[in-house]
Nanobody, 124 residues
Framework: QPPLVESGGGSVQAGGSLRLSCAAA????????MAWFRQAPGKEREGVAS???????SYADSVKGRFTISKDNGKDTVYLQMNSAEPEDTAMYYC??????????????????WGQGTQVTVSS
């Protein structure tokens, strides 16, 4: 069983919305944070949003005000609500989880576990 399983990817027109979900396997013991990363063709992987068990959240500047990360601690499940989608959001989206949060921002977390990815395509 993979450590993290994503769902909810797909195609949407610019300005539309998508909701991604990610569930952690039961053998992962209470991750301190869960997060979303993305990687577009020909580009490096980048952090999108993270959330700690405390509820503290962090977002990349490119998605602030448009994306919302949320979680269900009881189920170790994390969600990414994508609103006002832009063609630049097109990428493979990966769920991540771990215990080393650094300063607790999307730029400093160090995931231990990764999902296999779900494709998001935004057309103009």
């Amino acid at each position: 069983q993979p450590p993290l399983v994503e769902s909810g990817g797909g195609s949407v027109q610019a300005g539309g919305s998508l909701r991604l979900s990610c569930a952690a396997a039961k053998y992962i013991y209470r991750p301190y944070f869960m997060a979303w990363f993305r990687q577009a063709p020909g580009k490096e992987r980048e952090g999108v949003a993270s959330i700690e068990r405390t509820g503290s959240m962090s977002y990349a500047d490119s998605v602030k005000g448009r994306f919302t990360i949320s979680k269900d601690n009881g189920k170790d499940t994390v969600y990414l609500q994508m609103n006002s989608a832009e063609p630049e959001d097109t990428a493979m989206y990966y769920c991540a989880a771990g215990y080393v949060a650094g300063r607790g921002t999307i730029a400093t977390i160090r995931p231990t576990y990764w999902g296999q990815g779900t494709q998001v395509t935004v057309s103009s």
